[in-house]
């Protein structure tokens, strides 16, 4: 069973950049697609990007597309997410997912990390 742990989160100013990792606690990790999905206070969970177990497909959501890349070493069992050009909208606790398909519903990831927070200051 893979357990994701997220790392990376911090207070950035609109504009600025921050880069959010997902370590996995098993060599399995290559075997699973992995996605990013964010929850701001009141707001249900909101899909953000995934990729495929090779990196080669991925998938973003449409409000950040063009601003952040999600990538994936497998060889380091991590997984990144790289957010640029942030905005106060994207202020949320951001979580890693692993799953068997590359999909935009969080119910179809079984493995969930605790988030890491993401404060953009306007």
């Known amino acids: 069973q893979v357990q994701p742990v997220e790392s990376g989160g911090g207070l950035v100013q609109a504009g600025g950049s921050l880069r959010l990792s997902c370590a996995a606690s098993?060599?399995?990790?290559?075997?699973?697609?992995m996605g990013w999905f964010r929850q701001a206070p009141g707001k249900e969970r909101e899909f953000v990007a995934a990729?495929?177990?090779?990196?080669?497909?991925?998938n973003y959501a449409d409000s950040v597309k063009g601003r952040f890349t999600i990538s994936r070493d497998n060889a380091k069992n991590t997984g990144y997410l790289q957010m640029n050009s942030l905005k106060a909208e994207d202020t949320a606790r951001y979580y890693c997912?692993?799953?068997?398909?590359?999909?935009?519903?969080?119910?179809?990831?079984?493995?969930w990390g605790q988030g890491t927070q993401v404060t953009v200051s306007s």
């Open positions: 997912a692993t799953g068997m398909r590359l999909t935009t519903d969080y119910t179809a990831y079984n493995a």
């Open positions: 098993t060599r399995t990790f290559s075997m699973y697609y």
């Open positions: 990729i495929s177990w090779r990196g080669g497909t991925t």
